[in-house]
């Protein structure tokens, strides 16, 4: 069972168009982090979220944690072919200093 | 301030052997840890190295090992290789203050087993 799952696997969009990816848990989580991963390269950071119900905004990228801090959602407004990647959350657990991660978004924004 | 450093980027090895990779972290982070990054599995925890102890382990099996040098360089072994030990393998730095700090990956060594 993954302990984090995310939604949807694959999404292939327009240019110009908004989308939501999600990830989910039934555990709870000190920290949840955001990145986005290019092939063959490695994940790069874009967003730690920490506190339960907390938005983060960078540029066209709106993360928000859930009340409970067992779920996070990414949302792009007016995807660009630039944000073509796979979109990676990854948990830390309370007392746990090890990253668990979902099985990401792979994302396709076709121009 | 460079990021973080794995070396070799690309590595082809036969079934049977052992391989070494190595990972430098940015200056001044004193964690180090390890992911195996399959099409299939997603990213997996290997284990993590906090001032040269390991820390914490991932469920693999024993032929997956590492270590950590004074410095904050880490290296992982994998023995008696099998083909399903193809994979991106990626090293993460953080400066491991508080349980809230954040993972910087490197490029990764693509493994093939061949």
């Known amino acids: 069972t993954q302990l984090l799952e995310q939604s949807p696997q694959f999404l292939s969009i327009q240019e110009g168009e908004n989308l939501t990816v999600y990830c989910n848990s039934s555990?709870?989580?000190?920290?949840l982090q955001w990145y986005r991963q290019e092939p063959g390269e490695g994940p790069v950071l874009l967003v730690t979220?920490?506190?339960?119900?907390e938005v983060k905004k960078l540029k066209r990228l709106t993360f928000q944690f859930g009340d409970a801090r067992k779920d996070s959602s990414l949302h792009i407004t007016a995807a660009q072919p630039g944000d073509t990647g796979l979109y990676l959350c990854?948990?830390?657990?309370?007392?746990?200093?090890?990253?668990?991660f979902g099985k990401g978004t792979k994302l396709s924004v076709i121009p | 301030k460079a990021g973080v450093t794995q070396t070799p980027r690309y590595l082809i090895k036969t079934r049977g052997q052992q391989v070494t990779l190595s990972c430098s972290p940015i200056?001044?982070?004193?964690?180090v840890s390890w992911y195996q990054q399959t099409p299939g599995q997603g990213l997996q925890f290997l284990f993590e190295?906090?001032?040269?102890?390991?820390?914490n382990k991932g469920n693999f099996p024993g032929r997956f090992s590492g270590r950590q040098f004074s410095n904050s360089r880490s290296e992982m072994n994998v023995s008696t290789l099998e083909l399903g030990d193809s994979a991106l393998y990626l090293c993460?730095?953080?400066?491991?203050?508080?349980?809230?700090?954040?993972?910087?990956f490197g490029q990764g060594t693509r493994l093939t087993v061949v």
């Open positions: 979220v920490v506190t339960g119900g």
């Open positions: 200056s001044g982070h004193r964690s």
């Open positions: 993460a730095s953080s400066l491991a203050q508080g349980l809230n700090t954040e993972a910087f």
């Open positions: 990854a948990g830390r657990r309370a007392g746990s200093y090890q990253l668990t």
């Open positions: 555990s709870v989580f000190s920290s």
């Open positions: 190295y906090f001032s040269e102890t390991q820390r």
